[in-house]
């Protein structure tokens, strides 16, 4: 599901976690190799995590679906931190992670 429009470091990110299954797995080497790309730096600080039921909330807000207070009651969040990740999701700067309970 690598996309295009991803920076060269998301895309080497994203292969080592379809390939190790997570980023914890990666074995020491292969992270030694991801910090010496010139752009890692900057991919951490600019990116946003969000989880898979946090993203898909939000996107309901997004949509009109649902509330925006509504939504931060569900997620036990307030809505500047709501505010946050839609203006991540909008500028395509935030990636995915898995949720705690899955």
Do not use: C, F
């Not at 895309?11 to 080497?29: C, F, Q, T, W």
């Not at 600080?45 to 009109?64: C, F, P, S």
């Not at 036990?76 to 505010?83: G, L, T």
């Amino acid at each position: 599901m690598a996309s295009k429009n991803w920076p060269k470091e998301l895309e080497v990110i994203h292969k080592l976690e379809a390939r190790y299954g997570s980023m914890d797995n990666v074995p020491p080497s292969k992270l030694a190799n991801l910090h010496k790309m010139p752009g890692i730096k900057t991919v951490s600080g600019d990116y946003t995590e969000i989880t898979r039921t946090q993203y898909n909330a939000i996107k309901l807000v997004m949509e009109g679906k649902q509330g925006k207070t509504r939504t931060s009651r569900g997620l036990k969040r307030s809505n500047s931190w709501i505010d946050r990740r839609i203006r991540a999701i909008d500028e395509n700067k935030y990636y995915i992670t898995e949720d705690e309970n899955a």
